[in-house]
């Protein structure tokens, strides 16, 4: 039975989902939002049992001083402060169980979970994101080493389409004749962006478009069974 | 003189008065009943203002809209329900204020039945789903199925191995999605294979997730696959956690996961955006064996650029039937083979069609 009922409810749903998707008429044509709806309900009340495995994990690195237990402190006392700040004196517009703090505001400027949030939270996730172009650099150079005549036709296009976006690249052809301004950089970059570099998208989307079709059926049918923990 | 004044005169008069605006109520179609259509053209007024009004329940005229072009249509989706009646007036008025002009119309909104701009989607539909479940119960036969190789998959055992015997954990990442990514679901199906393998050799396994519904899938997953390989002891209930909903802080958890604990293999399948590259480069640096998967085109150089092997796209659904070799699953891949040739054939016509400007297959095949 443990089995039996998730395999009759998800087939049941998704056979209902693919007719809803052809028929408008109610109750059809809302069924797709309203199991959305379902959805983030559900999530909501299970970001509760996330917030739980955090704090398990966490406390039981503490108490048995596993390795790196030192870091587990930060996290706990981030998630208290956070979590604290946010009842006690509310965010945004909302009120907390005190009120809106405005002793607090008057000092800081912005109730204290907005301050921490604007102040520290914000600059650590730019932090996280601006590593992005590090990465990108050293990623690129490894790509973009010839070695064969695939990697050199990478390393030819990457430069054309690296030159056709900066200024150099447009002045370096400005030179060229209108009957030959096609190959003027902007132009090559273009080019390569919008049909060889859409083209593979393209054939990438349609591959994953029809694999989620042959997943979706698998699941539907009953036959891939692993996502409930089983064959 | 008199005969042609007369003449013209009458002229006139028919000239004016055939001056006729057209306003039209038409039910939306196919829709739930939720919209109406209205319809005008009053470009032989050229009025200054046109006003649309619609009847409510108590029978009063009130304004929904100043129309600002002579002619057009405009969709009224405003709390209009199927199977109700609605009373529409449209007036044309002059530069002084002056009504010039005044027709209604009513409608009564209707649900549909069938949506029959989606017939295309509807015929495709069958077809490859047709195609699919003919391969998956035809697979019942017995009969031998080709299947390509797939690099990525292949390695996972090698992975697990490596692992092992450097004594340190395996990583997997199953995206940042949720679970109604079918990325997510990909992603998790090579998490119960993987797990199995990782229960057979007795290595440490590290999933940490980013989301709570994810985690509670995940932790079942690992705890089947464990107990499937006869190992349902060394199952350690913590390995499958959650960090936290928030995309780089999440990137940061993971990237101190990948320093401090250095996995002999890092496992990176679902769906991903920015913090694709973040992870990967910071997986190859620790210098683990990396396998990564997803169906996102923008994130597929990236990885491809960083990992030792990359599944892509469609690869990444195919996982799950391939890893299996169960032959109903593997029958399934062959009917979307199918598929890709039916495209391919769709495509090749479409392109020549268009060549010759005709545009009757494009046509049917846009949805509107």
Same mark, same amino acid.
């Given at each position: 039975?443990k089995?039996?009922?998730?395999l009759?409810?998800?087939f049941t749903?998704?056979?209902?989902l693919?007719?809803?998707?052809?028929?408008p008429?109610?109750?059809?044509g809302?069924?797709?939002?309203?199991?959305e709806?379902?959805?983030?309900?559900i999530?909501?009340?299970?970001?509760i049992l996330?917030?739980?495995?955090?704090?398990?994990?966490?406390?039981f690195?503490?108490?048995?001083?596993?390795?790196d237990?030192?870091?587990?402190?930060?996290?706990?006392?981030?998630?208290?402060?956070?979590?604290?700040?946010?009842?006690l004196?509310?965010?945004?517009?909302?009120?907390?169980?005190?009120?809106?703090?405005?002793?607090?505001s008057?000092?800081?400027?912005?109730?204290?979970?907005?301050?921490?949030?604007?102040?520290?939270y914000?600059?650590?996730?730019?932090?996280?994101?601006s590593?992005?172009?590090?990465f990108?650099?050293?990623a690129?150079?490894?790509?973009?080493i010839?070695?064969?005549?695939?990697?050199?036709?990478?390393?030819?296009?990457?430069?054309?389409?690296?030159?056709?976006?900066?200024?150099?690249?447009?002045?370096l052809?400005?030179?060229?004749?209108e009957s030959?301004?096609?190959?003027h950089?902007?132009k090559?970059?273009?080019?390569?962006?919008?049909?060889?570099?859409?083209?593979?998208?393209?054939?990438?989307?349609?591959?994953?478009?029809?694999?989620?079709?042959?997943?979706?059926?698998?699941?539907?049918l009953?036959i891939?069974?692993?996502y409930?923990?089983?064959? | $003189?008199?005969?042609?004044?007369?003449?013209?005169?009458?002229?006139?008069?028919?000239?004016?008065?055939?001056?006729?605006?057209?306003?039209?109520a038409?039910?939306?179609?196919n829709?739930?009943g939720?919209a109406?259509?209205?319809?005008?053209?009053?470009?032989?007024y050229?009025?200054?203002?046109i006003?649309l009004?619609?009847?409510?329940?108590?029978?009063n005229?009130?304004?929904?809209?100043?129309?600002?072009?002579?002619?057009?249509?405009?969709?009224?989706?405003?709390?209009?329900?199927?199977?109700?009646?609605?009373?529409?007036?449209?007036?044309?008025?002059?530069?002084?204020?002056?009504?010039i002009?005044?027709?209604?119309?009513q409608?009564?909104?209707e649900?549909?039945?069938?949506?029959?701009?989606?017939?295309?989607?509807?015929? $495709?539909t069958?077809?490859?789903?047709?195609?699919?479940?003919?391969?998956?119960?035809?697979?019942?036969?017995?009969k031998?199925?080709?299947?390509?190789?797939?690099?990525?998959l292949?390695s996972?055992?090698?992975?697990?191995?490596?692992?092992?015997? $450097?004594?340190?954990p395996i990583?997997?990442?199953?995206?940042?999605?949720?679970l109604?990514? $079918?990325?997510?679901?990909a992603g998790l199906?090579?998490?119960?294979?993987?797990?199995?393998?990782?229960a057979?050799y007795?290595?440490?396994?590290?999933?940490?997730?980013?989301r709570?519904? &994810?985690?509670?899938?995940a932790?079942? &997953?690992?705890?089947?696959?464990?107990?499937?390989?006869?190992?349902?002891?060394?199952?350690?209930?913590?390995?499958?956690?959650?960090?936290?909903?928030?995309?780089?802080?999440?990137?940061a958890?993971?990237?101190?996961?990948? &320093?401090?604990?250095?996995?002999?293999?890092?496992?990176f399948l679902g769906?991903?955006?920015a913090e694709s590259?973040?992870?990967?480069?910071?997986?190859?640096?620790?210098?683990?064996?990396?396998?990564?998967?997803?169906?996102?085109?923008s994130?597929?150089?990236f990885?491809?650029?960083?990992?030792?092997?990359?599944?892509?796209?469609?690869?990444?659904?195919?996982?799950?039937?391939y890893?299996?070799?169960?032959?109903?699953?593997?029958?399934?891949?062959?009917?979307q083979?199918?598929?890709?040739?039916?495209?391919?054939?769709?495509l090749?016509?479409?392109v020549?069609?268009?060549?010759?400007?005709?545009?009757?297959?494009?046509d049917?095949?846009?949805l509107?």
């Amino acid at each position: 039975m443990k089995r039996k009922i998730p395999l009759i409810i998800t087939f049941t749903v998704g056979v209902l989902l693919i007719i809803a998707e052809f028929i408008p008429h109610k109750p059809f044509g809302t069924l797709s939002g309203e199991l959305e709806e379902w959805f983030l309900v559900i999530s909501g009340f299970a970001i509760i049992l996330g917030q739980l495995s955090l704090l398990k994990v966490n406390t039981f690195k503490i108490k048995y001083k596993q390795k790196d237990w030192q870091y587990s402190i930060i996290t706990l006392a981030s998630f208290f402060f956070m979590v604290g700040f946010g009842l006690l004196w509310g965010t945004g517009k909302s009120s907390g169980i005190f009120g809106h703090g405005e002793v607090i505001s008057a000092v800081i400027g912005i109730k204290p979970f907005d301050y921490l949030f604007q102040n520290v939270y914000q600059h650590l996730q730019a932090t996280m994101f601006s590593l992005l172009a590090f990465f990108i650099a050293s990623a690129a150079y490894r790509a973009f080493i010839g070695r064969n005549l695939e990697s050199n036709l990478l390393l030819i296009a990457a430069v054309l389409v690296m030159l056709g976006n900066t200024t150099v690249g447009g002045l370096l052809t400005s030179w060229l004749p209108e009957s030959l301004n096609f190959l003027h950089l902007p132009k090559v970059s273009e080019f390569i962006m919008t049909y060889p570099t859409t083209a593979g998208q393209r054939a990438i989307m349609i591959g994953a478009g029809l694999g989620i079709i042959g997943s979706s059926l698998r699941i539907i049918l009953g036959i891939e069974r692993s996502y409930l923990g089983g064959e | $003189m008199r005969r042609i004044l007369i003449c013209l005169f009458l002229f006139y008069s028919i000239l004016l008065f055939s001056q006729e605006f057209i306003f039209t109520a038409k039910d939306k179609p196919n829709d739930d009943g939720s919209a109406i259509l209205i319809e005008w053209d009053a470009s032989d007024y050229e009025p200054d203002k046109i006003i649309l009004e619609r009847q409510d329940t108590k029978g009063n005229f009130l304004e929904i809209k100043k129309l600002s072009d002579f002619l057009g249509v405009f969709e009224d989706g405003n709390d209009i329900n199927a199977g109700k009646t609605y009373f529409y007036r449209l007036s044309l008025y002059d530069v002084v204020g002056n009504l010039i002009s005044q027709k209604s119309a009513q409608i009564t909104a209707e649900a549909q039945w069938f949506n029959t701009e989606k017939i295309s989607l509807l015929i $495709m539909t069958i077809i490859l789903t047709a195609a699919i479940i003919y391969f998956i119960y035809s697979a019942r036969s017995g009969k031998e199925l080709y299947i390509r190789k797939i690099s990525g998959l292949e390695s996972m055992e090698e992975s697990v191995g490596r692992a092992t015997e $450097m004594g340190r954990p395996i990583l997997f990442i199953p995206g940042t999605l949720d679970l109604d990514d $079918m990325q997510t679901i990909a992603g998790l199906t090579i998490l119960g294979k993987l797990a199995q393998k990782v229960a057979e050799y007795n290595t440490k396994l590290l999933v940490p997730v980013c989301r709570s519904m &994810v985690l509670s899938t995940a932790k079942e &997953v690992v705890e089947e696959a464990y107990l499937k390989a006869g190992n349902p002891d060394a199952y350690d209930p913590d390995s499958v956690f959650y960090l936290t909903d928030d995309q780089f802080g999440y990137v940061a958890g993971v990237d101190g996961i990948i &320093v401090r604990e250095k996995p002999a293999a890092n496992f990176f399948l679902g769906a991903f955006y920015a913090e694709s590259l973040i992870l990967a480069e910071t997986g190859f640096a620790s210098g683990s064996i990396q396998t990564a998967g997803t169906a996102m085109p923008s994130q597929l150089p990236f990885f491809v650029v960083a990992c030792d092997y990359t599944l892509i796209g469609e690869e990444l659904f195919a996982a799950s039937a391939y890893l299996s070799k169960d032959p109903h699953q593997l029958g399934s891949l062959k009917g979307q083979d199918l598929g890709k040739a039916i495209f391919v054939i769709v495509l090749l016509i479409g392109v020549i069609l268009e060549i010759f400007n005709v545009h009757i297959l494009k046509d049917f095949l846009s949805l509107h």
